[in-house]
DNA sequence: CTAGCTTTGTGAATCATTTCACAAAGCCGT
DNA sequence: ACGGCTTTGTGAAATGATTCACAAAGCTAG
């Protein structure tokens, strides 16, 4: 498959939502301007978007909206389940343990690591908090696909390297660090701090 | 002013961060190829980035590290404090009230809102949760710089509206929907299930 | 003051992404 | 079955971002 630009994997991940939506209101079928409409971009686009993965659409009718979403679906990987553990049972981790949509969408917390002793042993959703130390042995014979890291800047990186050790090949870093990983391991860092000074930039040049 | 790219200024935000951690080892002078290696780009980028805003280095050696800092700052528009409202007092309000960047980088949380009876009028880090409903009352007299939106999707948009005609120029939006607003108005939206989504379509079709 | 070394700042070239524009397809009504 | 209407899929053009490459500038040593 060619290389294919984030910013349109982006986008399908919004048309997919979208196709939900229409999915739940009963509607049959969609055309790319419907589509752009909604996810503020073009019809051009979309289809664009659309045609590094194939044909789906019927010219002069538009989209099968059940059968585009199996396509982006099958797409974005989303036709499975993944494993995920967590590291950091802070208040963010916390938040992420309860959200549905993590779940809805195929990823199922199995672990949950955390350094503080207070944390180690409680029950979290179900789950017990396990001692960082332990990720070797805890995770020995459960396969990890993915880990969100939500821990201290300074302690990320030790815990991705020992993660990559351990075959994991996707990490969420929610550190505010840049993590150095082998080439084949895929880390997507979400920066806080980085969001809001570029509000800040667009708030002092623009607004 | 001419327009610079986001990704432009996602890098400054880095630059900076790099340049305090310099600034924090007394290190007085740091090249483009210096910056460039720990941020994960190259010394013609930073350069070309710098060159945006103006000619901050010395030609055969380097750039004086406060001295970047300060530009940096007044660039990305940290040279000032922000009076924040936080709209939704869940577990990621929480996590971000007591994120110590927020205030260091110059974010002052003001003013808390829930809609939950439970949390109204319940101390937060300092601040009494006020109602959501309440919203034009409390912030009638209180200038509001930047809104963080963190409430189910469908509350979202009713709430961004609100904030406009309050005046309020920034939302950092953690709801899952794409918010509508005039166009002097910034949006940044962090979407969790976007950054999953993207992270599952680089494991199945790359790792 | 000059030679040699280093590093910036920036046009030009390359590479990537988005937009345009239109032929090819398919539906609908008669 | 045909004409008119709609919408896709996609090369080509335009726009945007990154990388290259080098002259200009400044420092250091002798």
Do not use: C
């Not at 509607?27 to 789906?56: M, Y």
């Not at 029950?123 to 396990?130: H, I, M, S």
């Not at 969420?172 to 920066?191: C, E, I, R, W």
């Amino acid at each position: 498959m060619r290389k294919v630009a984030e910013s349109t994997i982006r986008r399908l991940s919004l048309y997919l939502r979208l196709l939900e939506e229409f999915e739940a209101q009963g509607i049959a079928t969609v055309s790319s301007e419907a589509l752009a409409g909604r996810g503020g971009t073009t019809s051009a686009q979309v289809r664009k978007d659309l045609s590094f993965f194939g044909s789906f659409g019927k010219r002069g009718l538009g989209y099968s909206v059940p059968e585009l979403v199996t396509e982006l679906r099958a797409i974005l990987g989303l036709d499975r389940r993944y494993q995920v553990a967590l590291i950091g049972a802070g208040k963010i981790g916390s938040a992420l343990v309860q959200y549905r949509g993590f779940r809805q969408r195929g990823f199922d917390i199995v672990a949950i690591f955390d350094v503080d002793p207070a944390k180690i042993g409680r029950e979290w959703n179900g789950l017990v908090v396990q001692d960082s130390a332990a990720l070797e042995t805890a995770l020995a014979h459960e396969k990890i696909d993915m880990a969100v890291l939500v821990t201290p800047g300074e302690a990320a990186q030790p815990l991705a390297d020992r993660l990559v050790a351990l075959g994991v090949k996707a990490i969420l870093n929610f550190a505010p660090v840049q993590l150095t990983v082998p080439h084949d391991v895929v880390v997507k860092t979400v920066n806080l701090a980085l969001e809001l000074e570029t509000l800040s930039y667009e708030l002092t040049n623009r607004g």
